[in-house]
């Protein structure tokens, strides 16, 4: 249920219609109704139901923006992956759903549950590449300017730590790493949602593969 909420919250919030996000329109045209009606005396019912699609609305839209529009169930149970490590080599990767501070030429922005691939280059540097596509819900579209590939890249001693869990996102709870890493500004997060225990096995591997061991501040 509150995967759904979330979902829900985050298609209202992502999706405009003219200038503002559908959320709002929900929230300015239920408050309107409630006045006029109460002003005009309307039934009582259409005043106090437009009113609580109002409010409704309103927390809704607060409540996701707080959660971030996702919800991630730490596996408080998970040991870190033992030896041998493996590595991803040449164009290996692994598919994934990607929720996190994503960038483009200059550009950051927060994206959520994106179909993307992991993959690490040669040089060891862990990528995150993610497409955002342009979509509709109900009569309002996203925004055309953020359609495309953003991504994410971080190093091996760039790490700060590493949980497993699973992440709930509208009907899904998939098994999830969250990674948190030292980026160029500040320290980013980055969640990486899988189809299979085995993939994030595969790609838990991967980051430790450059790692002596979990140290004091890494947690899996």
């Known amino acids: ?27 300015v045209l239920g408050l309107l109704v409630a006045i ?11 005043s106090v ?8 609305s309103l927390a809704l839209l607060i409540w996701g923006r707080a959660q971030r529009y996702h919800r991630f169930l730490p596996d408080r149970s998970a040991v870190a992956p033992e030896a041998p490590y493996m590595p991803l080599r040449g164009l290996e990767h692994i598919k994934v759903r990607a929720t996190g501070r994503l960038s483009v030429e200059g550009k ?24 955002v596509p342009w979509s509709r819900f109900l009569l309002a579209r996203s925004r055309r300017q953020y359609a495309g590939m953003w991504y994410a890249f971080f190093k091996p001693e760039d790490i700060r ?13 998939r098994p ?14 980055v969640l990486l949602a ?27």
Do not use: C, N
């Not at 730590?161 to 709870?173: K, M, S, T, W």
């Not at 999830?176 to 997060?189: F, I, N, P, S």
């Open 108 to 131: 950051e922005r927060f994206f959520v549950d994106l179909e993307a691939i992991y993959h690490t280059f040669e040089t060891r540097e862990h990528a995150v590449m993610a497409h």
């Open 36 to 46: 006029i009606g109460l002003w005009r005396r309307w039934p009582p019912a259409v």
């Open 161 to 173: 730590r590493i949980e497993v869990g699973e992440l709930e996102y509208g009907f899904q709870r």
């Open 194 to 220: 899988f189809s299979s225990q085995s993939d994030l096995a595969r790609a838990l591997s991967d980051l430790y593969f450059d790692l002596a061991g979990p140290g004091p501040d890494l947690a899996a």
């Open 176 to 189: 999830a790493l969250r990674l948190r890493y030292q980026g160029a500004k500040r320290e980013e997060m």
């Open 1 to 27: 249920m509150v995967g759904r909420l979330l979902k829900l919250s985050h298609q209202l919030s992502r999706h405009y219609y003219g200038a503002l996000p559908v959320g709002v329109w929900l929230v």
């Open 49 to 56: 139901l437009a009113g609580i699609i109002a409010l409704a």
